[in-house]
């Protein structure tokens, strides 16, 4: 919790956070009715505790002798030498997430961050996607907005790529793509591999020449690695964007060579986790023993990552490297369990 909460003023299920928890389960149930008005009420208890939580402050720092102080780490010992409970509490309950820095050690900044704490993106987010459920997508779109905005306050950080993901899915559907590509690009403009320079050596560059060059399917997978998971899902929905657009078709190699790169890493990594004396040998191998776990193929199969190598192969092809693109078909062929993408890749590969 982000601040103190006093049992007495506070029931237990009244709390904002329990609320959002049981908001989920029913929005998990299918009880959509349910998760609405739960939400709401989190939001409205959220701002009550917040209020409380000022009051607490102002109240206790309301003698002559704080005056003049503005201090946090100086506030802070006087409050412990006053006995200042419910204050105490306050402050410690944010410095367990929170450093004196994070407000430059300063009473003013830390009233303003809790202040702000009555904005509630967790709640926001599940309020958008029960109106995304009910097609109500002008809504939708402005909870989804207003959870980004206040992203900073998330809990679970990585949850922004979540309301990002949703963002494009909704402009997917009302069919704005010029919303869809500036909803990518906030997603990767993370990604440390992601670069705008062209004369850049990021590896958004590198490995995409690399495959211009005729490196091997092998080598390349042994040569560049990135961690960018959240990223993956937004270069190849912009490589199938770009591909359709002349301006940009030139990006189209390099952000497919992300979006394999970044599923390959994935599933070595939860290779190398189980299987105790792995290490890379080659692409076929990497493949034959992610067939031995299902989850690994619900994966692959829920992102999108043979149809990832199968685009791959196909834009390795036009830029001249067809012993990268033929040898990448040939193991979508032997190891994807997908009829249609096993299908595909055979048909592309007689066609070169």
Known sequence: MLFAQNASIFEAEKISWQ?????????????????????????????????????????????????????????????????????????????????????????????????????????????????????????????????????????????????????????????????????????????????????????????????????????FFLLYHSQSLFSMRAYYELAKMYSLDAENKGLVLQLLSLAAISAYDRIETIIKNRVFDYSFDSFDTLLRIALKYDDILDWMQSENVWEIFYNLALSANENKNASFAKTLLIHISNYCPDNYWKKRAIEAYIQF
């Open 19 to 219: 609320l959002l928890l049981d908001a989920e389960q029913a929005f998990y149930n299918r009880e959509y009715g349910t998760a609405l008005k739960l939400a709401n009420t989190a939001l409205v208890n959220r701002k009550k505790e917040v209020d409380w939580s000022l009051r607490v402050l102002d109240t206790a720092t309301k003698s002559a002798a704080f005056h003049s102080k503005d201090a946090l780490d100086e506030i802070y010992e006087m409050l412990l030498e006053r006995d200042e409970h419910d204050a105490v509490l306050l402050l410690e309950s944010i410095f367990i997430k929170y450093g004196l820095e994070d407000f430059d050690n300063s009473l003013s900044q830390l009233r303003v961050f809790i202040q702000d704490q009555k904005e509630y993106p967790e709640v926001y987010f599940l309020i958008a996607k029960i109106y995304m459920l009910e097609g109500e997508w002008k809504l939708a779109e402005d909870f989804l907005l207003k959870s980004y905005k206040y992203a900073s306050h998330l809990i679970v950080q990585s949850q922004k790529y979540d309301i990002l993901y949703a963002l494009f899915d909704l402009y997917t559907i009302t069919k704005e793509i010029e919303k869809q590509e500036k909803t990518l690009l906030l997603i990767i403009a993370d990604d440390p591999h992601y670069s705008q320079n062209y004369k850049s050596t990021s590896l958004f560059y590198t490995a995409a020449q690399a495959i211009r060059t005729n490196t091997e399917l092998n080598k």
